[in-house]
């Protein structure tokens, strides 16, 4: 069974960048849909970013160009490359393991990761 942690938050001034790990455990992340969403104080969680077993990738329209979602397979890490960063990024990142690419997502979730804070200041 899969299991997720994520790191690599923090706190940085708009327009810096930032790069989040998802490291897995107990199976192979190529085995995996991998995805990113976040969710920010008083707002519902939305798909940041995902990546299904053959590769594909969506996005969100609101980092397309700016972030960019990456996974190596030897470190059984996925990544989440984020730069020209915005004060409406500030969420909690968390990283899931599951099935189906689903718009940005993945179906049939096997494991959420506890989120990692990304706070930018304007």
């Known amino acids: 069974q899969v299991h997720v942690v994520e790191s690599g938050g923090g706190s940085v001034q708009a327009g810096g960048s930032l790069t989040l790990s998802c490291t897995a455990s107990?199976?192979?992340?190529?085995?995996?849909?991998m995805a990113w969403s976040r969710q920010a104080p008083g707002k519902e969680r939305e798909g940041v970013a995902a990546?299904?077993?053959?590769?594909?990738?969506q996005y969100a329209d609101s980092v397309k160009g700016r972030f960019t979602i990456s996974r190596d397979n030897g470190k059984n890490t996925l990544y989440l490359q984020m730069s020209s960063l915005i004060p409406d990024d500030t969420a909690k990142y968390y990283c899931?393991?599951?099935?189906?690419?689903?718009?940005?997502?993945?179906?049939?979730?096997?494991?959420w990761g506890q989120g990692t804070q990304v706070t930018v200041s304007a």
């Open positions: 990546i299904d077993r053959a590769g594909n990738i």
């Open positions: 107990g199976s192979a992340v190529s085995s995996y849909c």
């Open positions: 899931a393991a599951g099935k189906v690419l689903v718009e940005v997502g993945c179906a049939r979730v096997n494991d």
